[in-house]
């Protein structure tokens, strides 16, 4: 069976009634969580204020009283690693060695927090790298998941791998709050951002397999929203408990909880016919049709009878060379695939290093989650006018705002935050975005190779977002350059592309090259709605 036979039975059944929305409420609850394992990072690998503590003389280091002195606002406390050899000062280090290399320990303020993995495991000054490196490889674990849990639901269903998922992810983010060292800890949280990508996948699938054509996109955006609540509650949470440790628990524990999700939790109708389990999907689909207070009707009857002898046509496979092969195709899917890397890019490099604003940490947190909001709500309005100029406006208002920065003095840190958070704004909207636009820009037939290949563009973004910040060897304002000349980049490159919206959508590749997508003829469909809204939602996360 085909989508779209399977959309005409949706509309039958009710594409989004009471089955669907009790659907979504268990496919929305783990967004939370989600979204908590994702910034946990921003507390628990926070650096607060810290000295070397003095090996000579030991009774006369009153470091603990000095921290004030070591607040820099445009790095980890840049100060504190230049360790200087008077012998008088508190800073000094009694055997002579050069500056950021502690013999004594490190000293740490706990005005903030109580405990962090970089106060636990000293991950400053000379291994300030591992903590980002850390970060980086837990976005690593996304980009694994996303390929190994995709082909796995295709293989073994989308509320299985959900259910492995939710159970790995409980069980070794508990284990995270116990490890014995940074590299147990680091690979725990791999391994959870392995699931992360592997829950975020499979929940919107299966939701948007089951709900109709014209609800897709805006259920689609509900799954973001309550990311955005996660990312915000994530700040009160953090706000409680300062303590690295606990409050890792504190977001794992809970994931135990899902367990009833092997009663409640249905199977992809659609991924079982497709699978030629017919009989299981029909059952699911009475289901759904009675709780949503739809009659078995003769038309639905006859849907089962010849729909599920249906034979799936031989037609020409397409592979990921063929986004590549011709100039105008080659054009559009390199600009596109930037587009998602620099999304990911600066959407994680602002949300994990928000202690760089010079505000306090959790009201910022909270500030960049409200933000997202608006941010996602406003695309609901500004898609259906433009695609092109939305993509275009909102890149070039992040990426001008993370530029403005840089000509912020440090003292200035409300003013910082005022257009680090409008910066976030344009780039949530802009990642909103970016997933109808690529599934309007690539022809049916090779449609799902590049959401791909584009999803795996965003992960390698993520990867390298906690690492950007390791150009503050280089200058302290070159993270913020980067996150502002990359979006005007990807907003100039924008304009390079085809307006999409209420236009045709091309089927095959000759259609993309042989005309503009206003000119592909009016046979073509004009919304290949299953696909395209499959795609249409955010959460970061992809």
């Known amino acids: 069976m085909t989508g779209n036979n399977f959309d005409e039975i949706l509309c039958l059944i009710g594409g989004f009634g009471k089955y669907q929305k009790i659907l979504y409420v268990w496919i929305c609850l783990p967004q939370i969580f989600l979204a908590f394992h994702m910034l946990v990072s921003v507390f628990t690998g926070a650096v607060p204020p810290h000295l070397c503590r003095s090996t000579w003389p030991p009774e006369d280091n009153p470091a603990s009283s000095n921290f004030s002195h070591l607040t820099t606002p445009d790095g980890p406390h840049e100060l504190s690693c230049t360790v200087p050899l008077n012998h008088s000062s508190v800073l000094t280090l009694g055997d002579g060695h050069p500056a950021g290399s502690c013999q004594g320990g490190w000293e740490y303020s706990t005005n903030t927090f109580e405990s962090t993995i970089v106060t636990e495991w000293d991950l400053v ?36 791998i959900i259910l492995i998922n939710l159970a790995i992810q409980a069980v070794f983010g508990v284990g995270a709050a ?45 799954t973001d929203y309550f990311f955005g609540f996660g990312y915000i509650l994530l700040a009160g949470v953090a706000y409680l408990i300062r303590d690295w440790r606990k409050l890792q628990l504190a977001i794992s524990i809970p994931g135990f909880l899902f ?59 397409y592979s990921c060379i063929d986004l ?120 049916t037939v ?7 290949i584009g999803s795996m563009c965003a992960r390698i973004g993520g990867v390298l977002a906690p690492m950007m910040y390791l150009l503050k060897s280089i200058s302290p304002l070159a993270p913020m350059v980067v996150c502002g000349l990359c979006p005007l980049l990807g907003s100039g490159l924008t304009l390079l592309l085809p307006e999409t ?42």
């Open 125 to 160: 000054c000379d291994s300030a790298s591992l903590n980002n490196m850390g970060s980086s490889i837990y976005m690593f674990g996304l980009l694994i998941g996303a390929l190994m849990f995709g082909s796995l639901s295709d293989k073994y269903g989308r509320r299985n």
């Open 324 to 443: 590549v092969r011709t100039p105008r195709m080659r054009k559009q899917s390199l600009i596109v695939f930037y587009l998602w890397f620099v999304n990911v890019l600066v959407y994680y490099g602002l949300s994990l290093n928000v202690s760089d604003f010079g505000m306090n940490i959790y009201l910022t947190q909270m500030i960049f989650g409200l933000v997202e909001m608006p941010a996602r709500t406003i695309t609901l309005f500004t898609l259906n006018r433009s695609r092109k100029i939305s993509q275009l406006a909102f890149l070039a208002v992040g990426g001008t705002a993370c530029l403005l920065t840089i000509f912020i003095p440090s003292d200035m840190s409300v003013i910082k935050t005022v257009l680090a958070m409008i910066g976030k704004f344009g780039i949530t909207a802009s990642l909103s975005i970016i997933y109808v636009y690529s599934a309007e820009l690539f022809p």
């Open 446 to 452: 090779i449609r799902q190779n590049g959401i791909g």
């Open 501 to 542: 919206a209420n236009k045709p959508l091309p089927d095959t590749i000759e259609h993309t090259e042989g005309a503009d997508l206003s000119e592909v003829d009016g046979s073509v469909k004009s919304v290949d709605t299953s696909l395209k809204n499959t795609n249409a939602g955010g959460t970061g996360m992809d």
């Open 178 to 222: 116990f490890a014995p060292n940074f590299y147990v800890y680091i690979a725990l949280r791999f391994v959870v951002g392995t699931t992360v990508s592997g829950v975020i996948m499979n929940a919107f699938v299966l939701g948007t397999e089951w709900t109709g054509p014209k609800q897709r996109m805006l259920a689609g955006i509900i």
């Open 259 to 317: 367990i009833f999700y092997i009663w409640v939790l249905p199977k992809s109708a659609r991924w079982l016919m497709a699978n030629d389990r017919n009989e299981e999907a029909w059952e699911l689909i009475h289901k759904a049709a009675q709780m949503n207070g739809k009659p078995i009707t003769k038309d639905l009857q006859m849907c089962r009878v010849y729909k599920t002898g249906e034979k799936t046509e031989v037609k020409r496979k």
